[in-house]
T-cell receptor
Framework: NAGVTQTPKFRVLKTGQSMTLLCAQD?????MYWYRQDPGMGLRLIHY???????AKGEVPDGYNVSRLKKQNFLLGLESAAPSQTSVYFC??????????????FGQGTRLTVV | GEDVEQSLFLSVREGDSSVINCTYT??????LYWYKQEPGAGLQLLTY?????DMKQDQRLTVLLNKKDKHLSLRIADTQTGDSAIYFC??????????FGTGTSLTVIP
């Protein structure tokens, strides 16, 4: 039972390069989220999706794009990486099949360094 | 993010109780959560409380909710070295967005 899987786990980018982070979940969850974690700032929501083909902006969306072409995958793209995007990125998913709020399941994180 | 606040650090001696505090912003939040993050890992749900409750107890964990003051706390009884981690409170706001606090790093001294 894989749960939420993020790839890659580590990456070093040069300023201006692009990359895509992949999040895959095998729990048939409707909702998926991308967060970044920075020291002293907790987790901040970048973008989220409430279903296949839909995305929405969170607290800190600038410099990132997302796509949810398939229900199980949520992609986070950096078109032109900047040092300020050095962070640990977490993906999470949640089911809304049961009425009411439910637990969010997290991936293990992607540590990205932009030099 | 967005004004869910926690103190950054807490140190306690093994066997003592730990109390981690959180203030949140959205009075319409239905559920409030406590997550634990161990070094190099993702977040795992510890416990949660429904907004119409004042208290929830789950083994060594006690959650207290003061809706009037928008204050949430997590008490860990008989704290062990394995409890050393970062603890995040989170609220689920309208639009199904989760907002997390800044995290409290708990250090348990043997």
């Amino acid at each position: 039972n894989a749960g939420v899987t993020q790839t890659p786990k580590f990456r070093v980018l040069k300023t201006g390069q692009s990359m895509t982070l992949l999040c895959a979940q095998d729990m048939n969850h409707e909702y998926m989220y991308w967060y970044r974690q920075d020291p002293g700032m907790g987790l901040r929501l970048i973008h989220y999706s409430v279903g296949e083909g839909t995305t929405a902006k969170g607290e800190v969306p600038d410099g990132y794009n997302v796509s949810r072409l398939k229900k199980q995958n949520f992609l986070l793209g950096l078109e032109s990486a900047a040092p300020s995007q050095t962070s640990v990125y977490f993906c999470a998913s949640r089911s809304m099949a049961v009425p009411g709020d439910t637990e969010a399941f997290f991936g293990q994180g992607t540590r990205l360094t932009v030099v | 993010g967005e004004d869910v606040e926690q103190s950054l650090f807490l140190s306690v001696r093994e066997g003592d109780s730990s109390v981690i505090n959180c203030t949140y912003t959205d009075s319409s939040s239905t559920y409030l959560y406590w997550y634990k993050q161990e070094p190099g890992a993702g977040l795992q749900l510890l416990t949660y409380i429904f907004s119409n409750m004042d208290m929830k107890q789950d083994q060594r964990l006690t959650v207290l909710l003061n809706k009037k003051d928008k204050h949430l706390s997590l008490r860990i009884a008989d704290t062990q070295t394995g409890d050393s981690a970062i603890y995040f409170c989170a609220e689920s706001r309208t639009g199904n967005q989760f907002y997390f606090g800044t995290g409290t790093s708990l250090t348990v001294i043997p």
